[in-house]
């Protein structure tokens, strides 16, 4: 799996340290976004820190997004629950671009 280098500073913050062969620098790659799925997007980047996320041997497992945590970000920031089914769509669209890059 790849990581950028923000990820990577974040895991030496608590001192779990990353191999830099796997950090992967932002390209700026651009992509359109259909007017109709823009709130979804915003709902899914509202809480694209709430990953549960397992530490193996020499891995990260992604397991996917706490949603407790999901819950109360949506509720604060006033996104509707029409939201949490396009954003477990993504969530498992994540889940399986997180598997093929181990």
């Known amino acids: ?24 620098e932002d390209e ?6 259909w007017a109709s799925n823009w709130d979804a997007l915003l709902a899914f980047l509202a809480v694209e820190t709430q990953w549960r996320i397992a530490a193996g ?21 006033g996104i509707g629950d029409d939201a949490f089914a396009a954003v477990q769509q993504m969530e498992r669209a994540a889940l399986d671009v997180f598997a093929r890059a181990d």
């Open 1 to 24: 799996m790849r990581i950028d280098q923000d990820i990577a500073d974040q895991f030496a913050r608590w001192g779990v340290p990353v191999p830099t062969d796997a950090i992967q």
């Open 57 to 77: 041997v020499g891995a990260l497992i992604w397991i996917g997004l706490d949603y407790s945590a999901v819950d109360v970000a949506f509720r604060r920031l």
């Open 28 to 33: 700026g790659e651009m992509f359109e976004v």
